[in-house]
Structures are given as structure tokens and as C-alpha cells.
């Protein structure tokens, strides 16, 4: 056997070993991160198949033209207490939708803490309410809108 | 090739093999869990839905369709809006799906396999209209808080299965009874076991009505499952929230359903109209029954530009809640003058109905077409949006499409 031949050889070996570690570490990882979020799969009453979260490397805080491309929010003092507390349960896009008054919103928060499990935000809450509305005010419509954004085409029969 | 590199493909390999190795074992899945591939997904692909539908919301979801999609007689799936107030469900097997009936009111609490509520009862298909109660939202001033649904929140689909009557009836219903109430197998967002996403229901009168089913099919195929796969509760007329999804379980109560979107503001109106931005009391909300006149031009997309001198055929759908349109008119000159048109007869009780019209223009210029539906009591839609509420609900204001005429 040549000897570059015994060198890929060992080479391989080399590889296959590593391989497997990080299989196996990438394994164990996952079922330890799995086993910190859901203590009871561990439970052998439960004939459910061992799960592994597998992490994916994407930058969750990535802003690309002033907009926080994950949630589509504004950048913006408050951006980071927005994502954080208000993204967890639902969707951003029920908050962008939805332009409300300081008042309003602080309502709209005591009624997500009374009924919908949202935490106690403490300095958050001040900072979160304003982001919201300098970010997202409301405009007047009145008792009716003009037509907008009208897309004119040509009707054939 | 570089060692780095070699071993960052090596890596993504055996991580995509386990994906793959997941998704193999999907069906053992621990409940509530999600997939990666689930979790940016598309919506389009994923319900079906055409690409021109518009997506409010994707946790939960919630996509609604613009006015020309909504042209079908009966409405297709790809067209039909989507509200969510929780996850949909995953892993559902109609095999071992089972109804219970229970409650107060009920004589004997019983269960029933979907195979059983199948061959034991007989199907009726009816064409039902469900509008989101919320349809229209988006142009409350102050804006009101919610999905800010446009116009595109109603469908008219053709739902098969049988009477929720024949089978609250089959367990037996004491001189007690008020209210049912649904529970559904959908998750709350807040991943909370013990709250339900939504609970609601009607009064019994409503319940026991022909038309109220406990569908299984929709349009002649099993019912998608984002529209509540294997079974849904169908109470056309009444705000789409009635029309629960996924139901389990339906309750037979002895008092007013205090399940979850029952009580405090939603799916409320003030019991007495007030100035826009009053607050108004939980206590001075009163829940909405049958839902109002209404009526959406389907034919032509707004927007169209025609030549002088040719007219222009419209139609579209009206519909009245528990009633049925009597009348159906348009205006070309911003409500100034109003020209009726024809509406034919509902397909069956709380079916929406066709009207069309050949409009005619008298000079070149920009138009809008208003069409103002007059329910069976003698009630229009007004052109200005109606009273104010706090919740948004219950705007059925003339739909407008703009003309240009050359």
C-alpha cells in the first residue's frame, strides 16, 4: 500500500471518528436541551419517540432597512422589550394591525395578565407602550375612507 | 477541499438526516410540538389557499380574501378566510375522534364515535353563510382592537353532516337547557394545557334549528383541516365564531355559555349605541346573535376601466343573517340615486344570494359602484359606517368598487 494510501485511509478513520462524536454530542445536546424544556419526557409511562430540537443557526435579531426582519417591527427605541415580551405568545403582526392610545394599550396588557398568562413586564411595560405608540399611532378615519391603493386595469368581456 | 469546509457540509448532512429522521416519526409526534418545517411555513401551500388572500396574522392564523375571489357561487376552500384563535391542531385521526354531549342540561351524557354520528343520524347539506363578526374592523375610527379584517371575512360553502338537534335531542335535552357551548381540541397560544383559545356557543333556539350542524364535509370532501377537521359545529347567519372547529365536546347548559370569548367584551356590542371611543362596562355588552344585511360586489375587481357607452355587468352575494334580503339596489352617484337590481332566492335558508346588474354609466369619468342590500324586515345597509363599538364588530356598511369610465 502506497503511503498516501495509508494516510487517507487514517485520514477516514480520523473523520468517521469525529462524525460520530458529533453526532453523538449533537444528540445528547439536543435531548438535554430537550429534557430543560419538557422534564416529563423522561416520564416511561409516555410511549412517545425521543424528540431533538435541532438548533438552526439563524440571527434572530437581524434589521435590515430599519425593520427587524424576524417580526417585521420597526427599529426603534423599545424595539428589543417589544420583541421580547410581545412576540412569545402571538404574532407581531396583531400588534402592528392594532393602533391604540397609551391608554388603550396599558388596558389591552392588563387584560393579556388577567387572561392570557402575559407576565408582570415591570419597567418594560412603559418603555414597550411607548415604542408602540410613537411607532405605530393611530391616523383618523372618519366615518368613511376614500378608496385607496386602487389598482386601475383595463376590463375585457 | 478545505478541512472547515469539508466538515461544515459533513455537519449539515447528519443535521438534515435527523431532520429527516424526525419527520419519519411525525406521526408519534409529542402533541403541541411543532416541526421546523412547520414553523415559517406557507400558508398558501399549506391550506390551499389562492395567492391573492391576504394574511393578517400567522400566530395564530388568520388570512382573509379580497371581495373578487369571493365570486363562486359556492365558495371554494382556496378562497375561504381562515380565523384562528389558538394553534390548529395536529395529529387528528377521525378514526378515534369522538363528540361528547354533556352539561347541566343534558338527560344522559354520551359519547359518540364520528363513525357513529355518521350512521346513526341522517346528513343534510345546506349552503350556510358564516361572516366573522369582526368583518370589516379595519375601518372603525377609533380603530377598534383585533384582526383588522376588511371585507374579506365570509363565505358561503356547501357543509354536509348531520342536525346538532337529532343528536343533542338523541341525549336528551332537560326543560332546563339555555345555551350550548363547544370545546375544541385547539391549543391556546400561551401554550397553557388548562385555557381554551375559544369556547362559544348559541341559545338553544338557535341550536335546534334545521340548518345547525355538526358537519363533517364541506363542499363534498372531508372538511380541510384548518376549517376544523373532522368536525365542525355550523350555525350559518350567526358570527363565524358560533361555527366551532375541531369540536370534542358540546355542552348542554343551564345558563348563558361562560366559555371562553363568551364574556367581557367579546363578541359584543354596547346593548345601547354609544359615541365612538366610549368606554363602555362588560356589564353594558350584549353578545351578538344573528349577524346583519350585507351584501359584496364580486364582479368586477375595483379598479376597472371600461369605454364609454358600454355597460358594466356587476354581481355578488347579499346575505342578512337569519333573514333573507328582500332588496337589493346600487348607486353610481354616491347614494344620490339607487337603482335595483335582481336577487334571487336563497339556495336554502341562511345561503347567500346572487344579485347582478348591468350598470350603465352617462358620462366618462370616475365612479364608484355602492350596492345596499334591505333585509326581510325592511333594514339597509348604511353607506356611512355603522354604530361605533369597542370591539369592532358588526360593520356592514355599502362595499364600493371604483370605475373609471374613458
Redesign the interface.
Known amino acids: 500500500m502506497a503511503r498516501e494510501d495509508v494516510f487517507r485511509e487514517q485520514v477516514k478513520k480520523v473523520?468517521r471518528l469525529?462524525?460520530l462524536i458529533?453526532?453523538f454530542s449533537?444528540?445528547t445536546g439536543?435531548v438535554l436541551v430537550y429534557f430543560t424544556v419538557?422534564p416529563g419526557?423522561l416520564d416511561f409511562n409516555q410511549?412517545?419517540?425521543e424528540?431533538?430540537?435541532?438548533p438552526?443557526e439563524v440571527d434572530e435579531d437581524l434589521i435590515e432597512n430599519g425593520i427587524h426582519v424576524r417580526t417585521g417591527l420597526v427599529e426603534a427605541d423599545g424595539l428589543m422589550e417589544v420583541v421580547n415580551n410581545c412576540t412569545a405568545?402571538?404574532?407581531a403582526?396583531?400588534v402592528t394591525?392594532?393602533?391604540?392610545s397609551a391608554e388603550?394599550w396599558n388596558a389591552?396588557i392588563k387584560w393579556m395578565q388577567e387572561t392570557?398568562?402575559l407576565w408582570d413586564l415591570g419597567g418594560n411595560q412603559e418603555i414597550i407602550v411607548n415604542y408602540l405608540v410613537t411607532n405605530y399611532p393611530?391616523s383618523?378615519?372618519?366615518?368613511?375612507?376614500v378608496?385607496t391603493d386602487?389598482?386601475?386595469?383595463?376590463?375585457k368581456? | 477541499m478545505k478541512r472547515r469546509e469539508f466538515?461544515k457540509k459533513?455537519?449539515l448532512s447528519?443535521?438534515t438526516a435527523?431532520?429527516g429522521a424526525?419527520l419519519v416519526?411525525g406521526s408519534?409526534?409529542?402533541e403541541g410540538?411543532k416541526p421546523?418545517a412547520l414553523q415559517d411555513p406557507d400558508p398558501f401551500k399549506m391550506f390551499n389557499k389562492n395567492p391573492e388572500m391576504v394574511?393578517?396574522?400567522?400566530?395564530?392564523w388568520n388570512i382573509e380574501a379580497q371581495a373578487h375571489l369571493l365570486d363562486d357561487k359556492i365558495t371554494p376552500n382556496s378562497c375561504m378566510f381562515i380565523r384562528n384563535n389558538g394553534f390548529v391542531p395536529e395529529g387528528i385521526d377521525p378514526n378515534s375522534w369522538t363528540l361528547t354531549i354533556d352539561g347541566e342540561s343534558v338527560v344522559r351524557e354520551k359519547t359518540y364515535t364520528l363513525a357513529e354520528l355518521k350512521s346513526k343520524f341522517q346528513h343534510h347539506t345546506y349552503q350556510l353563510t358564516l361572516e366573522c363578526g369582526g368583518n370589516g374592523r379595519s375601518?372603525?375610527?377609533?380603530?377598534a382592537?383585533?384582526?383588522?379584517w376588511t371585507v374579506g371575512a365570509v363565505h358561503c360553502a356547501s357543509w354536509t353532516g348531520v342536525r346538532l338537534k337529532d343528536v343533542l335531542e338523541d341525549a336528551g335535552i332537560k326543560s332546563s337547557a339555555v345555551y350550548i357551548g363547544y370545546h375544541a381540541v385547539d391549543k391556546h397560544?400561551?401554550?397553557?394545557p388548562k385555557?381554551e383559545p375559544i369556547s362559544r356557543g348559541c341559545p338553544m333556539s338557535k341550536a335546534l334549528q334545521d340548518e345547525t350542524l355538526l358537519a363533517f364535509q364541506m363542499n363534498g370532501k372531508d372538511i380541510p383541516l384548518v376549517h376544523g377537521h373532522p368536525l365542525r359545529l355550523v350555525a350559518g347567519g350567526w358570527p363565524a365564531s358560533v361555527s366551532g372547529k375541531w369540536v370534542d365536546r358540546i355542552s348542554i347548559r343551564n345558563k348563558v355559555h361562560d366559555g371562553t370569548k363568551m364574556t367581557g367584551t367579546a363578541y359584543r356590542v354596547p346593548c345601547e349605541p354609544v359615541a365612538p371611543g366610549e368606554k363602555v362596562k362588560d356589564e353594558d355588552m350584549c353578545i351578538i346573535e344573528s349577524m346583519p344585511v350585507k351584501s359584496l360586489i364580486t364582479y368586477?375587481?375595483?379598479?376597472?376601466?371600461?369605454n364609454k357607452g358600454k355597460a358594466?355587468?356587476i354581481r355578488g352575494h347579499a346575505w342578512a343573517g337569519e333573514l333573507e334580503v328582500a332588496k337589493m339596489e346600487y348607486s353610481i352617484d354616491f347614494g344620490s340615486t339607487w337603482t335595483e337590481c335582481s336577487v334571487e332566492k336563497p339556495a336554502n335558508r341562511l345561503a347567500w344570494q346572487h344579485f347582478s346588474a348591468n350598470v350603465e354609466f352617462p358620462k366618462s369619468g370616475y365612479y364608484?359602484v355602492w350596492a345596499r342590500a334591505t333585509d326581510s324586515n325592511g333594514i339597509s345597509q348604511p353607506?356611512?359606517?355603522p354604530g361605533w363599538n369597542p370591539k369592532g364588530y358588526l360593520n356592514n356598511?355599502c362595499h364600493?368598487i371604483?370605475v373609471?369610465v374613458k
Open positions: 473523520y469525529l462524525m458529533l453526532v449533537v444528540l439536543g419538557n419526557f410511549t412517545t419517540a424528540l431533538v430540537e435541532v438552526v405568545c402571538h404574532s403582526k396583531i394591525q392594532n393602533r391604540m388603550r389591552t392570557q398568562n393611530p383618523a378615519k372618519g366615518r368613511r375612507m378608496l386602487i389598482e386601475w386595469y383595463e376590463l368581456d | 466538515v459533513a455537519t447528519s443535521f435527523l431532520i424526525e416519526f408519534k409526534m409529542l410540538y421546523l394574511v393578517l396574522n400567522d400566530k395564530p375601518e372603525f375610527d377609533p380603530p382592537k383585533g384582526n383588522q397560544l400561551s401554550g397553557d385555557k368586477p375587481k375595483t379598479g376597472a376601466m371600461i358594466l355587468k364608484e353607506m356611512l359606517l356598511a364600493r371604483a373609471k
